[in-house]
């Protein structure tokens, strides 16, 4: 089987979230299993040089965007069993940030027009084409209404996966001519329309083979208002085309018994290594150096997403109690100011640094008690894994994909991988908070229990990639 993976990122190359990760390592997998794989991708210049080096230029065509004959030059780099092509533009991509543009319409129309054309040029029309969210969304759309006439792409599948629907991709009706240079009819008869503006994911939606999302809970919430953002409706009519299937995290990546990061390795049968990464966090963060106290984390961007603004409003009652806490994140200006400046009152007690830091990251995953993730809504999550990997519970808000990945605290069974709260408010929060710490002080032998349960949970792509090659195989089959 031949799949061809269009995406706006993907690690290691670029990436601002979870759609990086999962560009960067589903494919890896789908090709372990036999799957001839080729992901495309925009070549941004902000590539780490050690990649940027290993390039090589394939050739280089036209890309009309309406009416502009747009340069695209193509480059190839093999890693592996996949093969990635980059889509370069300087006038498109070179740019700092991969995306907040006044011209991301007309960038990633590009993009797309150039994916479908790049099939020919390179002699791979694949089987199953997967898109993924806003950026690639119109690609479905495209090769049924702009590009039917090119016999070799009649039978490619396509697959939509939404990894935010929150993002969508809303540009004025003139897009069609002006970029794609197509008339306005399916804008006109409301297929592409919500509200006053093309809409590319609802194109993806409406013109997809299949589409998935990355958690079960969360393909469910986005047919409804609460979490739908506009295209519930159009969901629930396309439902039975819809599944989730949770994305996964990389086990070689996130192994507490070999990460290079830690100075002490751990597995579920020995955790002294554990207790010993607590006390190296201690000393590297600045807190007091304490084995008893339970140490709080937050390794996030700080948004209203992410539900940092219940933590926030809290924070200062939370550092009245017998703990620690651990924060490293960037994000709104407001809530690294309101974190750093009550954490400098805490000295010895708290430690805030609003960075991004890889390595960082990986030894408060392994060194702290508790992971906080309170999200408004949370389409997978990668993070409450990670932390479950390393031995680390989670106090997370139940829903979409930590709904799915996080079993709540039993306190009548003494079992869980974590704990729940699920209204949406800075009490509940706390109250979770609380009756974390109260376990984690009273009952050790719970604790434990619960520590190696988190950490033999299989949240590997095995799984994910099983139900994926399910999907494409019954995509095949279909006339």
Not at 5 to 26: R, S
Request: proline residues 4%; hydrophobic residues 40%.
């Amino acid at each position: 089987m031949k799949l061809l993976f269009a995406a706006a990122e993907c690690a290691p190359f670029f990436k601002t979230g979870g759609l990086g990760d999962v560009a960067g390592t589903l494919p890896k997998e789908l090709a372990k299993e036999g799957t001839e794989t080729v992901v495309v991708l925009p070549y941004f210049t902000k590539m780490p040089d050690k990649y940027k080096n290993q390039l090589k230029d394939v050739f280089n065509f036209e890309v009309n965007v309406g009416w502009r004959k747009q340069y695209c030059g193509v480059k190839r780099l093999d890693m592996g069993k996949v093969t990635y092509y980059f889509i370069d533009s300087l006038y498109y991509f070179d740019r700092e940030a991969l995306y907040g543009y006044y011209d991301d319409g007309e960038r990633f129309a590009f993009f797309q027009m150039a994916v479908i054309e790049l099939m020919e040029k390179i002699a791979f029309i694949p089987d199953i084409l997967q898109v993924n969210d806003y950026h690639t969304a119109m690609i479905p759309f495209l090769l049924k209404e702009k590009y039917h006439w090119i016999e070799a792409y009649r039978n490619i599948r396509t697959v939509l996966t939404i990894h935010n629907i929150q993002f969508q991709g809303q540009y004025g009706s003139e897009i069609l001519p002006d970029l794609f240079g197509m008339g306005t009819e399916r804008y006109d008869d409301g297929t592409l329309r919500l509200g006053d503006a093309v809409n590319f994911m609802k194109a993806g939606i409406l013109y997809a083979d299949r589409i998935t999302t990355v958690s079960p809970s969360y393909a469910q919430e986005i047919q409804t208002p609460e979490f739908g953002c506009g295209l519930e409706v159009i969901l629930r009519m396309e439902a039975g085309k819809l599944s989730g299937i949770l994305n996964g995290i990389d086990y070689e990546a996130n192994d507490p018994e070999t990460d290079p990061v830690l100075n002490e390795h751990y597995s579920v049968k020995d955790l002294s290594g554990k207790y010993q990464s607590k006390a190296d966090l201690q000393r590297l963060t600045g807190l007091n150096e304490d084995p008893e106290v339970p140490l709080l984390a937050v390794v996030s961007r700080l948004t209203y997403q992410k539900g940092f603004h219940l933590l926030l409003d809290e924070f200062e009652n939370l550092l009245q109690m017998d703990i620690q806490f651990v924060l490293l994140g960037t994000g709104d200006p407001d809530f690294e100011r309101g974190f750093a400046e009550i954490a400098q009152r805490y000295p010895g007690k708290s430690s805030v640094a609003i960075d991004f830091d890889v390595e960082l990251a990986q030894k408060i995953y392994a060194s702290s008690d508790l992971f906080l993730m309170p999200s408004a809504f949370e389409p997978c999550g990668l993070s409450q894994m990670i932390a479950m990997r390393y031995g680390t519970l989670p106090v997370v808000h139940e829903v979409g994909g930590l709904k799915d990945t996080v079993v709540p605290y039993n306190p009548v069974e003494g079992t869980g991988t974590g704990f729940g709260f699920q209204d949406f408010s800075s009490f509940q929060l706390m109250e979770c908070i609380k009756k974390a710490i109260e376990l984690y002080h009273f009952s050790p032998e719970t604790w434990q229990k619960m520590v190696q349960a988190a950490m033999i949970q299989d949240f590997s792509w095995t799984t994910s990639c099983r139900q994926y090659l399910d999907l494409y195989q019954q995509l095949a089959t279909v006339e």
